[in-house]
């Protein structure tokens, strides 16, 4: 899989057609088990089928949709076990930047001031109804987390969780929109952790605002429910 930021040498119309799709699929606005038609993007973007099609190889190497010739591609639900796997490595990567962040008064602070901040952009999102940009705010709220440990490695392996993030997010809110404030809370209570620099209360609220958010429907119940066009389980 190509990690997100990677610069890319595809033609124009095929980088545009790749980040529709794309962009399509990671804000939960393409269902899995869905078939798209090389045409149907084609027709909607104003461009041939060649770039399209080159659109939908890259993305299959990817692993978002899965390819069948002369019939489109299928995009492909959350894997059985993922948002689990996901939601592990989000524990042990935000817990060890707050382990981090709470040593030093000025890091914390400048966390707190950044998270509500992003917590202020999650309500507006909220009250106007745009899930999608909730998800955004989501997303940017937990990676600034992980940024704020000072550990390059582990924030560029956190940026290769990014995309999966959104697309699980973007799902168990779109699942269950009336959730949502209650995501907030979470992350209300996660920003009072890092304030009081309390690590241990941080990871305990982590894990029950993770599981919460993805193990307890939405995602994962994405990934056990979906059947393709053919009848069969995936």
């Given at each position: 899989m190509q990690p997100p930021g990677t610069a890319t040498l595809a033609p124009p119309a095929a980088e545009a057609a790749y980040r529709h799709v794309k962009d399509a699929l990671l804000a939960g606005r393409l269902p899995a088990g869905e078939m798209l038609s090389e045409g149907d993007?084609?027709?909607e973007l104003g461009m041939s089928r060649t770039p399209v099609r080159e659109a939908f190889l890259r993305l299959?190497?990817?692993?978002?949709l899965r390819l069948f010739p002369?019939?489109?591609?299928l995009v492909v639900p959350v894997a059985p076990?993922?948002?689990?796997?996901v939601v592990d490595a989000r524990l042990l990567l935000e817990s060890h930047a707050v382990d981090v962040v709470v040593r030093a008064a000025a890091t914390r602070d400048a966390l707190v001031a950044e998270l509500r901040a992003l917590l202020a952009r999650q309500r507006e999102a909220l009250a106007a109804g745009d899930l999608e940009a909730y998800a955004e705010h989501d997303a940017a709220f937990h990676q600034a987390i992980v940024a704020a440990g000072g550990n390059d490695l582990l924030t560029g392996f956190s940026v290769t969780l990014r995309?999966?993030?959104?697309?699980?997010?973007?799902l168990s809110v779109g699942a269950a929109g009336e959730r949502a404030p209650g995501f907030v809370e979470g992350h209300e209570a996660l920003v009072a952790a890092i304030e009081a620099g309390d690590a241990a209360a941080f990871r305990d609220r982590l894990r029950a605002h993770l599981h919460g958010a993805h193990l307890r429907g939405g995602a994962a119940a994405d990934a056990d429910d979906v059947v393709d066009r053919d009848g069969a389980a995936r």
């Open positions: 993007v084609a027709t299959s190497a990817e692993g978002w002369k019939r489109g591609a076990g993922e948002a689990e796997a995309e999966r993030q959104r697309r699980m997010v973007a």
